[in-house]
């Protein structure tokens, strides 16, 4: 922990070398997959202009958006002009909007990087964190969301997250349901936000919640609520939603989805859920969800959203998209990870008048892409010096001093073993490398 | 251009997927180098406590500085809490206060990520801009000087930079320089500064500066930048700095950073220059800058800077570092870049009965390493899915119709020489691999 005067600001953090090579690690595989499916980076700035963010997360989230003072003349105003991303679903439209035809049709992308919100810090909430988004914008087309969901999934197994199911519903399947329980569709949005709680409440709390504050009568509520808790919840739902058009287009995409995405995301791995509602009310169709064993939560979410684009500013065009929760991701593999050597080869220093022939020999290790250090210390001793290179991890330690420069030899140390070879400077990067 | 509705803000930069790849790959292959030299990577927060940066840039600097407003009830004061990162030195500062001890000892780290300043946006000048550093904190060490020297070289290197000459000189030189010249100290500051433009103004020029700007008399000032700009000035300043003990550690650490730096380098590369001034005033030790041919001004510089740490509320270390002019840079490379691939296989989609199977063996593809897309707009038109195909200049094109189907087998177009091959299915991806 850092000293508290020195620590990041609350809700941020410092990443030192381990972790943020963890970090990188995921991010990195990750973009492979994204790649390999052919969406293509893409990266904003990290602020935007005020009112491109304002009015698009709603009033309560409005208040977690951090604001730019404006500068110079201006600062005693005390007004913002800017403001830090708080997603990379706003930017994208502005994106779209800018560039149009410059972009491929449609238009793939991922975008991973640092958004941040003024939300109370907590464990495992931070107001700087990462967020990983796939997305499709200007395809309609059923192969649009399989290919979001098989590369969601790609990527959660290239990071190794391995033990994971993703769950399947739609919205038009959802709104089917309400209509088949005569619930009114001006009640419909809230009655889904109470149903979004299944996997948290008990189903007894969820029906009260459903009487209570969605105002749906006692019956209503416990038929619906049972239904979509059953062990036959599947079964059950797919006679129901038969009696809606709605309901029947929702269950033919989620059927469309399951046969797509199916074969590469493993026909185990993926299912029709009733109970899966997606809170957030701009899901136009599919929706989806991952979820990892022993993990509360979901791990990677998203779904095809049809008309946010265009609310969010940008033209009116069909998209859909899936986000990864790679904080999360990173938690579970950093608990993980085992203490890695930092380094291949440490350089003790014996002698001043060496010091260009070990710089010189170092630099020839470093060609052969061996990672070596050069002790930077003021010691004299070996003994101060091999525990230097023990502290760095490293593989080998390397002496090199008067006798060893006269007979143009240099001592190499397993640090591991304590065992000692000489070896010639000239042979001494691809002795080194050979083992 | 993006519309001017929807540009990023003024000094940012949207980064699409071209301009992107060749910023990733700039990154990676520095980051590759500093790792090979045992340097660690860090990541502080894009937002430091204001009272973290104010005060350490000076006044005039301070004011570019992006302030972050309160938040809740705080936001209508007007005050600012946070601001955004400035440069990678305070944030270095406050880390080697914070962790200490669990730092490596000396800490070598290196940052690269974007810093905010509130500058007047101009052609190459951004608000938002990448930088690179490489520091040594906790070594006195001339090897940590050459160490720094060579990292960045060996990085402009792998960049593919190619033609550029390392400047060394040392502040200890050009103090002893002013001392031999009899240049009062309390002016000696000012003098330096003047003495920095003799790389953009004439010689007479910057004798005029120092008798108007800097009060010294005309007689010392013509001597002054006759030695610095003659032919033969290397070997003036051996000769003149001998008269004085600041001027012999000067050369004493300079020769040992041609000494130790120099094989490494290229002993052509790097050489003493003794008009190389450096404004900024927290150099204490030797400094360096590297110069691109064909390029006005910089492309990387550093030096040692013993008691710069503690200025910015670190501990009392002495410390070492170099910086690479990351957005120049890329700004060469881009410019070069030639219109690369985008993608390996771009699969057209002629049958809706047929699109599990389409997404099947696109999986294969992608799980052997292959860049593929699938068609995923609404044409059924063949030419238009080629045409696509094109667009997304794609090597190959695969054809997947109720024939090819029927026969379980894909025709393959080479989209360079429109040839085309039926391939089995379950051969498609080694086919294509092998290619």
Redesign the interface.
């Known amino acids: 922990m ?2 508290q ?5 609350s809700g ?6 381990a972790d ?2 963890v ?2 690690h995921v991010f990195s595989v990750i973009r492979e997959v994204f ?4 969406f ?10 005020l009112e491109t963010l304002t009015g698009k997360y709603g009033d309560e989230n409005d ?2 958006i ?4 404006r ?2 003349e201006h ?6 002009d ?1 403001a ?1 991303r708080y997603d990379m679903t706003v ?1 994208l439209a ?2 779209v ?4 035809s ?5 238009y ?2 991922f975008a991973m990087g ?1 958004v ?1 919100r ?1 939300d109370r810090p907590g464990k495992g909430r931070f107001r ?1 964190f990462a967020q990983c988004d796939v997305d ?1 914008v200007g ?6 969301d ?2 979001v969901v ?1 590369a969601v999934a ?1 990527a959660l197994d290239a990071t190794g997250v391995g033990d994971f199911r993703v769950l399947v519903n739609s919205r038009r399947a959802l709104t089917g349901l309400l209509e088949v329980y005569g619930v009114a569709a001006e009640v419909g949005g809230g009655v889904l936000i109470t149903l979004d709680k299944l996997d948290k409440l008990a189903p007894g709390d969820v029906v009260r919640e459903l009487v209570d504050a969605r105002s749906l009568d006692t019956l209503t509520a416990e038929a619906l609520v049972g239904d979509l808790t059953a062990e036959d919840a599947v079964e059950r739902m797919r006679t129901v939603l038969k009696d809606s058009e709605e309901g029947r287009a929702g269950l033919a995409e989620i059927d469309r989805l399951l ?6 995301v493993g026909v185990g791995r993926i299912a029709f859920t009733p109970s899966l509602v997606r809170g957030l009310d701009y899901y136009t169709g599919v929706i989806f969800e991952v979820v990892a064993a022993g993990m509360p939560g979901s791990i990677a979410s998203g779904g095809r959203y049809d008309r946010l684009i265009a609310a969010l ?1 940008g033209p009116d065009v069909p998209a859909c998209g899936g986000s990864l929760g790679v904080e999360r991701i990173i938690g579970l593999l950093s608990n993980a990870e085992e203490e890695s050597r ?2 291949d080869v440490a350089v003790t ?1 014996m002698d001043q008048d060496s ?2 022939e070990v ?2 020999f170092t ?1 020839g290790l ?1 060609s052969a ?10 010691s004299r001793k070996l003994a101060k010096q091999l525990k ?1 290179a023990a ?2 991890r490293a593989r080998y330690a390397l002496i090199y001093g008067q006798q060893e420069r006269a007979e143009g030899m240099v001592t190499v140390r397993d640090m591991d073993s304590g065992e000692q070879n000489q070896v010639p400077v000239d042979q001494l990067a691809s002795h080194l490398r050979g083992r």
Request: one cysteine or more; hydrophobic letters at 40%.
């Open positions: 850092a000293s005067q020195f620590e990041p600001p941020t953090r410092d990443f030192l070398a943020l090579r970090r990188d790649e390999r499916y052919g293509e980076p893409l990266q904003t700035p990290a602020f935007e202009r208040k977690l951090f604001k730019i003072l500068r110079g600062e005693a105003s005390g007004e913002a800017l830090l930017p502005r994106v909007a800018a560039y149009g410059q972009l491929p049709t449609p793939k992308r640092p941040w003024a700087e499709v395809s309609a087309s059923p192969l649009a399989a290919e098989c790609d046969d797509l995405a199916g074969p590469t500013g930092r380094i220093v010091l260009a710089m010189a630099s470093r892409g061996l990672r070596s250090e050069v002790y930077l210390g003021s230097w502290d760095r």
